[in-house]
């Protein structure tokens, strides 16, 4: 995976992602980032970026002219095939809300270019141009969108093959079933009297794994009531086993001595 990102604060781009697993698979070549500073692409002499918006009101927005100055910069850097359409993510609490199936739509891609914002925004004219996917990270709003592209790059990342070892991976798959994560516990069995769970102490997998779907169930109604009710209606409380059926009467076949129906069956499969 590429990442391109086009910042006036690449500093903060850079710091952020040169940490922990992130940086280890940059080192590994399993990531890549490319930072491009908005100011580079300037036209103007004092090397401004931002004016008066048309029409008046509070606050400056960056221009049109520096961002898709930008944007060219990066498309002569991209490594996707030529003639396809790199997707551009414009982070913006205008856009739809990310979750881990846009993370994981977006992690299928080759290169992702990012666009950060600041001031009161950007000029729309250039966002017509050149933005395929507007994304917010929840209805907020912040001063910019560094830590946005930070975040979403962070979870998209982590879907990237190799980025993670196997045991994290499978945190993944909990979240992806749509459920919260079970608590879990560490070294030592208590701690300031709080002992735990015995359960997990028993060695009994399948047991454990019951426990561990019961509490992700408890704790998704609990703390997110959104996510239980979707996931209840994807996955239905199967109905109570229907009362055995009567004991059929044998068939000649299972009537015929060990090995002989075997015989007949691989006949009859010949047929099939
Ligand atoms: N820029 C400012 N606030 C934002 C948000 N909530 N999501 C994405 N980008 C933003």
Not at 169 to 190: C, H, K, M, V, W
């Amino acid at each position: 995976m590429h990442f391109y990102v086009m910042t006036l604060f690449p500093e903060l781009i850079e710091k952020g992602m040169h940490t922990g697993v992130l940086y280890k698979a940059m080192e590994a070549g399993i990531l890549s980032l490319d930072t491009f500073h908005i100011r580079d692409y300037t036209i103007e002499k004092h090397k401004r970026v931002d004016d008066y918006t048309y029409g008046g009101g509070a606050g400056m927005l960056i221009q049109a002219q520096p961002v898709y100055d930008t944007y060219q910069a990066v498309l002569k850097r991209l490594s996707c095939a030529e003639g396809k359409k790199p997707r551009v993510v414009y982070a913006t609490p205008q856009g739809s809300v990310f979750d881990q199936a846009k993370a994981e739509e977006l992690a299928k891609e080759e290169d992702l270019i990012f666009l950060c914002g600041h001031y009161e925004g950007i000029d729309e004219r250039v966002l017509e141009e050149i933005v395929t996917d507007n994304i917010s990270i929840g209805d907020y709003v912040l001063t910019g969108g560094e830590l946005p592209a930070l975040v979403m790059m962070d979870a998209i990342s982590r879907l990237i093959p190799g980025v993670l070892n196997n045991d994290e991976s499978a945190t993944t798959e909990s979240f992806n079933d749509g459920l919260l994560e079970y608590p879990q516990y560490t070294r030592p069995e208590e701690w300031r009297g709080k002992k735990v769970p015995e359960i997990l102490l028993s060695g009994h997998h399948g047991n454990v794994e019951k426990w561990r779907l019961e509490q992700s169930l408890e704790r998704t109604r609990e703390r997110r009531p959104d996510l239980y009710e979707k996931y209840m209606e994807q996955h239905p409380p199967v109905p109570e086993k229907k009362k055995r059926r009567k004991k059929k009467k044998k068939t000649t076949e299972e009537n015929m001595p060990d090995g002989a129906a075997q015989v007949s069956g691989e006949d009859a499969g010949n047929d099939a």
